[in-house]
């Protein structure tokens, strides 16, 4: 009887320890990838004989979390996966450390981005028919280089022109997990009142947004 309780406890102690390595795996990876990480991605990096079910791999995540509570960092879950990042209150904090500043965007751009968005599909010709002036092919180019739009289909209209829509890169850039995650459109009065949009923009590239300059 004494054999089989010390198997037990042995089993379970073994058990205990795999799963906090398995934890440590899981959290030095979200801390080191640059780029999300799903779950599969997770599991991908474990043996075949040692790989944990997803359902093991989210609990491990949502403990993370809970632990994190009290800390300068979190993990947040995006279109493409989960990461770690920055808490916002933490973030001035740390520009010391960053000195490469990150490149600042013109309220245009920021305006036809809000446009897509909210409104996809729209064409460019829509684009520019809301904001009243001509759209900068510059503008587009941007968008398109950050990998935050792209080309969904055509309108089926004279000349045809590209219907445009969001990309799960711009979802993670502003740490939104879906769509849905924006702001409800009715919360915006104007265009110009992108303040709940821009909001949405994850640490540690907050200060982005400061001193936009007009295109």
């Given at each position: 009887m004494w054999y089989k309780q010390k198997l037990i406890h042995q089993y379970t102690s073994q058990y205990r320890m795999d799963n906090n390595f398995i934890k440590n795996i899981?959290?030095?990876?979200?801390?080191?990838?640059?780029e999300p990480l799903s779950l599969d991605k997770i599991s991908n990096l474990f043996r075949k004989q040692d790989k944990p079910?997803?359902?093991t791999?989210?609990?491990?995540?949502n403990n993370l979390e809970h632990e994190y509570e009290d800390r300068g960092i979190e993990i947040k879950e995006v279109a493409t996966g989960f990461r770690i990042q920055v808490?916002?209150?933490?973030v001035d904090w740390l520009k010391p450390l960053w000195e490469e500043k990150p490149p600042r965007y013109s309220r245009a751009l920021l305006e036809t981005l809000a446009l897509i968005a909210y409104r996809q599909p729209i064409t460019r010709g829509e684009i520019e028919e809301v904001r009243g002036v001509a759209l900068s092919s510059s503008i587009i180019r941007t968008?398109?280089?950050?990998?935050?739009?792209?080309s969904i289909g055509h309108k089926d209209v004279p000349g045809?022109?590209?219907?445009?829509?969001?990309?799960s890169d711009f979802l993670?850039?502003?740490n939104l997990k879906k769509l849905d995650d924006l702001p409800p459109l009715s919360d915006i009065k104007e265009?110009?009142?992108?303040?709940?949009f821009l909001d949405k923009i994850p640490t540690p590239q907050a200060d982005l947004l400061e001193d936009l300059s007009n295109d």
């Open positions: 899981v959290e030095s990876a979200l801390l080191t990838a640059d079910d997803k359902g791999l989210k609990e491990i995540i808490k916002k209150d933490i968008l398109f280089d950050r990998s935050w739009i792209k045809k022109p590209s219907l445009l829509g969001t990309t993670d850039y502003f265009i110009n009142d992108l303040d709940l």
